[in-house]
């Protein structure tokens, strides 16, 4: 099955990331993962587990799981795992007996206090790992994992880079049906709802919470942001707004494209809507240019940023791109500035199969938001679009 | 709207569980929760947040929240939050000066080894949290807030027992569908993709993972326990076992039944049959008068457990029954034995507005599993069953 085969292929990635960050075995513990997932589970199992399991990952290639004993046979099933053993009453006997078997001179555990996606260890988890591994000497051997779970994420495997370019096709599709949907008169509830109506009878799923996917923004009035939809209507003389993406085969696209609605008797949009097109496009661009392996992330954003302030408009206050996966924003490295909020992401080094988002936005007073997204994979030399960038304002006629 | 109004509900539930507990403020303090969800954030706020996000829900009723500012207008629209504060670069300050003006003598936060409903304040972000208030006096007050969240998750409103009943009310449907579609020659999966093509043609969700929802036994050469329908065909003379839940309106319904398929000339089970489904429905009974406010769940299980070894059966390897809402396990209080891995949960005394799953089986010998489960509500002074328990077994008749 492929999605046995993703997982193998990602469980195989981790075995190299392991002996690259020399980490001897890097423990995934969790519980009840339908109300307490954990981001690194996904990328190595694939399916949720009940009572408490733990996943270990070792640099000599051979992982093993402990699992609640009704669990243990889907485990076995994935091919990834050498070994698997079913607990009947209680993990903790098993856990510290595989661990001295393993003896690892460094247990990577999921913490961190910059990334989110390697942060999947609750509080309360890691006090019960304290208690099960007490008066042994793996408690004081713990280590985050953040490196480790960085780079089995954000370096995307063959399997993942298709089925993220298939989100992207079919969001990008869904644009184009907006085109022949949307005509002034229309609320901004109306174009979404079409748009779920369609993401809905082809039954993906969204990149992020249905409420606001898509955002669409109407005009000047439309409040910008994560805002759901609601009864702004579309008018002549503003600009059209989505952003938008679905979850197809467990991977997401996340995209925006802009329209203007042409006034009667107008035949391309005022000056000013097409001069913030242009520093928009300009600004993904600049910042395009920037993106390549070994460039930390905030010096892409600077680019991207610089370009639209020294344009003559407001920065945006955001960060220019993010990673883009199982979910919209897909943990670890931002191309976003060295602000509170992205300390200790927006540092990091972009790497050679990341996925990022390239977004940014402006303001034409009277006339609404002007704001873009795509989707590109770094290479080891560059960037490849994933999506078909938006080069030209869409325009939308009136019947 | 609806989800409003259970939003605030829940919020001013809270109030009155601080006071009750003798709390003065409940931190729930999260980012991204469309990868690192809290599940105490699904019940006082109800929507993904992005950036970081605290939310304080005070002993006086005065609930504040700190939000990115894209997302402040949404979290304005519950209607819950008398202060909503939008940041741009940083959280930090913003939550240091309200805690200087609550200034709070316990606070709160979501961390419990034994709760994982209680457990969604990430190790990561347990560590951040710390650093923010590194140098102030809250620090040093910080404490488990599983008694909180048990009481708010588990104490059901009038909105929640409605939608759970509507849920049980929609997978007793499917039941009956059952009825009419499954035959012999039939294998697990035939069975199921029945089930999942009803349910997406009704838009509902799944009360747990797709693959195992159902989870359909067909006769004793099935695996039991938590595994994905396979090839195995229904044979006259077998039990028929589907575990199923939808999830409606965001609450789920958790249900077991049981069929025999008759053989050729026969117009009942055989007696061995029989005497398993009286046992199981005999245990479940036994337990369900044993169910009642203020006893610990361990000593209900007991009451099924001992039922079914005194009537020669081997016991089951599982806890007798769990909570139901949001998902379908969920969290705090288990009707379960006092094995290690139910350490904690166990002693939880059972309270008015739980509903739990009544659930357990046995095995036939060469005929399959047994097994039976009931959803139910517990009240002042008993216990109202949401569903129509199955008092008999149902019979398959070939064509």
């Given at each position: ?30 519980r ?17 587990m ?20 009704y ?10 795992y050498?070994?698997?053993i ?12 595989l661990l ?20 999947g ?74 748009v779920?109506?369609?993401?809905d ?20 009035h ?35 494209r ?30 395009e ?32 791109g ?47 938001i ?28 009136p019947?």
């Amino acid at each position: 099955m492929d999605n046995n085969q993703l997982i193998q292929e990602k469980v195989s990635q981790a075995t190299a990331i392991l002996n690259e960050f020399d980490i001897d075995l890097w423990l995934t513990f969790v519980r009840e993962t339908s109300l307490s997932p954990d981001p690194t589970l996904e990328l190595i199992l694939g399916m949720d587990m009940v009572w408490h399991s733990a996943f270990l990952l070792s640099r000599d290639g051979q992982h093993k799981a402990i699992v609640g004993y009704y669990d243990a046979e889907n485990v076995r099933q994935t091919g990834a795992y050498s070994q698997v053993i079913g607990y009947h009453q209680g993990i903790g006997e098993s856990l510290r007996t595989l661990l001295r078997d393993e003896d690892p001179q460094q247990l990577a555990v999921n913490y961190s206090t910059a990334d989110v996606a390697a942060d999947g260890l609750s509080h309360g988890m890691y006090l019960v790992l304290q208690q099960i591994l007490d008066g042994t000497p793996y408690s004081g051997r713990l280590v985050s994992g953040e490196r480790l779970a960085a780079a089995l994420r954000g370096r995307k495997s063959s399997i993942e880079v298709a089925r993220v370019r298939q989100a992207v096709h079919t969001t990008q599709a869904l644009f184009d049906e907006v085109d022949q949907f949307a005509r002034p008169g229309m609320t901004q509830r109306e174009i979404a709802d079409f748009v779920h109506r369609r993401i809905d009878e082809m039954r993906l799923g969204y990149a992020w919470d249905k409420p606001y996917n898509p955002i669409v923004t109407c005009g000047p009035h439309s409040a910008i942001g994560h805002a759901a939809p609601g009864d702004v209507v579309l008018e002549q003389g503003h600009t059209l707004h989505l952003d938008m993406g679905v979850r197809e085969n467990d991977y997401c696209a996340d995209l925006q494209r802009m329209w203007y609605v042409l006034e009667d008797g107008e035949s391309a949009a005022p000056v000013e809507v097409q001069r913030a097109f242009d520093v928009v496009f300009g600004a993904l661009r600049a910042g395009e240019a920037a993106l390549r392996p070994g460039v930390p992330g905030w010096k892409v954003d600077e680019v991207a940023r610089r370009h639209v302030v020294e344009n003559g408009y407001d920065e945006y206050m955001h960060g220019f791109g993010h990673l883009l996966g199982r979910v919209a924003h897909d943990g670890a490295t931002v191309l976003a500035p060295r602000w509170e909020r992205y300390q200790g992401v927006c540092e990091l080094p972009v790497e050679a199969g990341n996925i990022f988002t390239l977004e940014l936005h402006v303001i034409v007073p009277d006339r609404g938001i002007m704001s873009l997204e795509e989707d590109v994979l770094v290479t080891e030399d560059g960037v490849e679009y994933l999506s078909d960038p938006q080069s030209e304002l869409r325009y939308i006629r009136p019947r």
